[in-house]
């Protein structure tokens, strides 16, 4: 399937990164050469990175840098790199050294931490910037270390899954919590100086574009992207997929970006799509018949006030809605129907007892995309399953961080994630995003 609007964000072809990542990852750099670190002394090292509280780093100052793009813009740019993501990727360290012993113990949560401690001795290590030159190879190896933290979520989500008796919901819920937007952030920064310094390069900046921020992103372009793709991965996994109608001010556009709206988007029509297959399933036996999922856009209403202009969507479909005692479980994380004996035996989730369909069922890889290694690819907002686990791709249910990890995209500009369930019937999402050209407040 193609997805056009990736390339507008400035994201590269997966191989490329895929190939970059493992030659540089090979020798990470870290800095100087013959720089090397006992495991006390880069313990020590964090540890002083992890006092220095996070600058104050405004969405608007972050923006600034590309209206227009300059040299002098890219170098102050790679300062905030070399600046602010080794403090918090050292404040991440901190917090997973800081876990219960056996759960730091855990394969997958240790490989998380090697890898914040890897990245971290390359930022924290580097030498400065000063010239484009320098910047060009600093942001290929850049490119790499991100890359290389594509998958921490889901392979976090596995450890925390074998660890589950040893923390309580709440204390995994914090620490998911405060680990997610700490990634928004790093990843934010990090993808916007990557973003600057290619079109610096290349010697253009897309005129809609300010980085990775799309000026006049479509909602509408946008979910018949992410629709086409879950369609696709419904028919191959169920068999069946509905149709998405669009329907509201089908042509709004507002700044936003397009790689936050495009993870949303997925997780919530993946649960949609396969809670209205399961539920009609059984009455119908063609897609044609199912019930369609209906996609509403509302625009900022002219009397918006200042820096309160949102954009909003309802995702509504008649997947059965959630059985009242479920409903309050749709935001913790590892909630998930998907995988109980009846579905996985091949019945269907009134099979099980479960009304409508797994909400908060998705997931960003899962253990299906984890292999022995932990390399896997696919960055942050492209780690979505694919066409079942027969042909190494994944499939349409998972480990339950889909729709938490949505609502905190939506809630980290000041947005807003509601879910309505009509037992019985089907269920609404309710997406209210902040326009981002208008929310230059925001911290990051």
Request: with cysteine; proline share 6%; glycine share 8%.
């Amino acid at each position: 399937m193609q997805r056009s609007l990736r390339s507008s964000t400035f994201r590269f072809p997966q191989a490329k990164r895929s190939r970059l990542c493992l030659r540089t990852l090979a020798t990470l750099p870290v800095g100087h050469a013959e720089t090397t670190f006992t495991p006390a002394e880069l313990s020590r090292l964090i540890e002083e990175h992890a006092k220095q509280p996070p600058r104050p780093l405004t969405l608007s100052t972050l923006l600034s840098l590309a209206d227009p793009v300059t040299p002098d813009s890219v170098l102050k740019s790679v300062g905030y790199v070399l600046t602010e993501i080794p403090r918090r990727l050292a404040r991440r360290a901190r917090a997973l050294e800081g876990l219960p012993f056996i759960v730091g113990m855990n394969p997958f949560v240790a490989r998380t931490l090697e890898r914040y401690r890897q990245s971290f001795r390359f930022l924290s290590t580097h030498p400065a910037v000063n010239s484009l030159e320098e910047n060009k190879r600093f942001t290929e190896q850049l490119d790499a270390v991100v890359s290389s933290h594509a998958n921490d979520i889901p392979t976090m989500a596995k450890g925390f899954q074998e660890c589950a008796r040893y923390m309580t919901p709440e204390q995994i819920s914090t620490f998911l919590d405060e680990a997610i937007r700490s990634r928004i952030a790093v990843r934010l920064i990090a993808e916007q100086h990557i973003a600057l310094s290619r079109s610096l390069e290349d010697g253009e900046m897309a005129a809609d574009h300010l980085g990775i921020v799309h000026k006049f992103c479509s909602p509408q372009n946008m979910v018949r992207m992410c629709g086409s793709w879950v369609s696709d991965l419904c028919e191959a996994t169920l068999g069946a997929h509905p149709e998405i109608v669009i329907d509201g001010e089908v042509d709004a556009t507002f700044a936003y970006i397009p790689v936050h709206l495009e993870y949303i988007l997925t997780e919530i029509l993946k649960n949609s799509f396969r809670a209205t297959v399961e539920r009609h399933a059984k009455q119908y036996t063609s897609s044609a018949s199912i019930p369609p999922v209906v996609v509403t856009i509302s625009p900022p209403p002219p009397s918006s006030l200042p820096h309160q202009r949102f954009l909003s969507l309802r995702i509504r479909d008649q997947g059965g809605g959630v059985p009242p005692a479920y409903l309050a479980q749709i935001f913790s994380y590892s909630f998930t129907t998907a995988g109980r004996q009846a579905a996985s035996q091949g019945g269907s989730w009134e099979d099980a007892g479960l009304g409508g369909g797994p909400y908060a069922a998705q997931h960003v890889g899962g253990s299906a995309a984890i292999d022995g290694s932990g390399s896997m690819g696919g960055g942050l907002f492209t780690e979505m399953t694919g066409r079942g686990l027969q042909m190494g791709m994944g499939t349409i249910a998972g480990l339950g961080y889909g729709l938490p990890m949505s609502r905190l995209y939506a809630l980290y500009f000041g947005g807003s994630l509601n879910f309505v369930s009509l037992d019985g019937w089907g269920s609404d999402v309710f997406l209210k995003l902040r326009c981002l050209d208008d929310a230059g407040d925001a911290e990051i």
